[in-house]
């Protein structure tokens, strides 16, 4: 294993946005933030040569359930074990904390990956983009006021 494992801390927002912004995820810095504050034990990064190369949190709502996000790893160092190392630390960490159901959003890319873990799909996730032109409006009629 040629990285190694630990809590994101606040020193580690911009790298891990920048992580985000790299992979055209619609997060903010602020949610990064919002994360770390509410789970600041349960939020990890995977470091290699002093750099952040993945990322995964998880959010614990009572014993009864919790969420992992941000699941990433930067695109030229998949494969490596990393996303499986991110994954089994989070579950891991629920499991201490008593969690009873764990749940998260899954790509097409990553359900490989869940899978092996023991997540099974409960329901298909459709993420729309429309790119183009501006979107140019007309005026609206004379009630409507801003």
Request: include cysteine.
């Given at each position: 294993?040629?990285?190694?494992?630990?809590?994101l801390g606040s020193d580690d927002l911009r790298t891990a946005d920048q992580l985000r912004a790299d992979l055209g995820w619609n997060q903010t810095i602020f949610d990064w933030k919002r994360l770390s504050d509410l789970s600041p034990e349960g939020c990890f990064v995977a470091e290699q040569s002093g750099r952040i190369v993945g990322t995964c949190t998880t959010i614990i709502y009572g014993n009864a359930l919790a969420w992992i996000g941000m699941m990433m790893v930067h695109p030229a160092l998949r494969g490596q074990g990393i996303g499986d190392a991110l994954?089994?630390?989070?579950?891991?960490h629920l499991r201490r904390h008593g969690v009873r159901c764990i749940k998260l959003d899954a790509t097409p890319m990553g359900e490989t990956l869940y899978a092996k873990i023991g997540?099974?799909?409960?329901?298909?996730?459709?993420?729309?983009?429309?790119?183009?032109?501006?979107?140019i409006l007309e005026p609206g009629p004379k009630h409507i006021h801003p």
């Open positions: 294993m040629n990285f190694t494992l630990r809590c994954l089994r630390r989070c579950v891991d997540f099974l799909p409960e329901w298909t996730l459709t993420r729309w983009e429309r790119c183009g032109s501006p979107l």
